[in-house]
């Protein structure tokens, strides 16, 4: 009987992947924890590896002689060895658009929860202050300059989110290529006008700790910095030395380098910086359509037949 071996999820139990693999004849595992060396130990003879954040090395895919397939649930492949597989021969899947719509919801709720104070006022009036100037400066987003960086699924349907609220939209991207109605702009233009930067890029050698201190610098000193995509985009020394400086009206985070991070220590830890624990994906709905989608991946490809979304 075929296999496949559950390196790691944030959700409770494995019951929906099991029910569907299960159908189709195929036995489900899971993995004692997320080491590399716990995932190389116990990955045997695996056909396939479904996988979340756990490091799936070549290591890992070594260990596993009978690996035909790693399925991503979720959209990035960096914690893939996704070259070591393709020398293998062993199909990499992800689901890259599951959560366009929640991350770009997030992305905006967070830049509506900084500009509005929505989570600092509704802190205080639950310790039982009720002041409307405590919390001054609000602004308002209209006819602000929204600033995306990465214009892929998620990127878009911020830029077009913004653009409905009545921003000025500015896009950076490889290609130079944009949605309509969002004016190209080289990135450093793009951080120097931009009133919002939202970060939605996937993360590269190139991308990694592009918001540093030489490009902090270049931010109007009362904008706000959104990050949704991947920790490693971000330098978070340098972000801690900028807002220490007193820059930046907010900062808003759901993704850390490493995760969880030390919510005591800087820049986690300063008022102006609003942290949500990696949820921008999270909906009931896209939960299911993740797990879902993945598991008929994994039944596809050990029957023999093409999955959807093929990376390699």
């Not at 960096?78 to 991350?103: F, K, L, Q, S």
Request: aromatic fraction near 4%.
């Amino acid at each position: 009987m075929p296999n496949a071996f559950y390196t790691d999820h944030p959700w409770a139990d494995v019951e929906v992947e099991r029910a569907i693999l299960s159908a189709a004849g195929i036995d489900l595992r899971e993995a004692s924890n997320n080491q590399e060396a716990t995932l190389a130990a116990q990955v045997g003879d695996a056909d396939a590896i479904i996988t979340c954040w756990a490091p799936t090395t070549a290591r890992v895919i070594d260990a596993a002689p009978n690996l035909r397939h790693i399925a991503r649930t979720g959209v990035g492949l960096d914690n893939i060895d996704v070259a070591r597989a393709t020398e293998r021969g062993v199909v990499v899947t992800n689901v890259p658009d599951y959560c366009v719509t929640e991350v770009a919801e997030h992305t905006i709720g967070l830049a509506f929860a900084m500009a509005r104070k929505i989570a600092e006022c509704a802190i205080a009036t639950r310790a039982g202050r009720y002041s409307l100037v405590d919390a001054e400066p609000y602004r308002r987003i209209a006819g602000q300059t929204f600033g995306v960086i990465g214009l892929g699924r998620i990127g878009s349907r911020v830029a077009e989110m913004a653009r409905a609220l009545g921003c000025r939209v500015l896009g950076n991207n490889r290609s130079g290529s944009t949605p309509e109605g969002v004016a190209w702009a080289p990135l450093d233009q793009l951080l120097a006008e931009s009133d919002f930067v939202a970060l939605l890029a996937p993360l590269t050698d190139e991308t990694h700790k592009m918001i540093n201190d030489r490009t902090l610098a270049l931010m109007k000193p009362d904008a706000f910095l959104i990050n949704t995509s991947r920790g490693g985009l971000v330098d978070h020394d340098a972000l801690a030395r900028t807002l220490a400086q007193g820059r930046l009206a907010g900062v808003a985070l759901d993704v850390q380098t490493p995760e969880p991070p030390d919510l005591s220590a800087p820049p986690y830890n300063h008022p102006r910086v609003l942290v949500t624990p990696h949820t921008a994906f999270v909906s009931t709905q896209s939960m299911i359509d993740l797990r879902t989608r993945v598991a008929h991946q994994v039944a596809a490809v050990l029957a023999g037949e093409q999955p959807e979304n093929v990376v390699n």
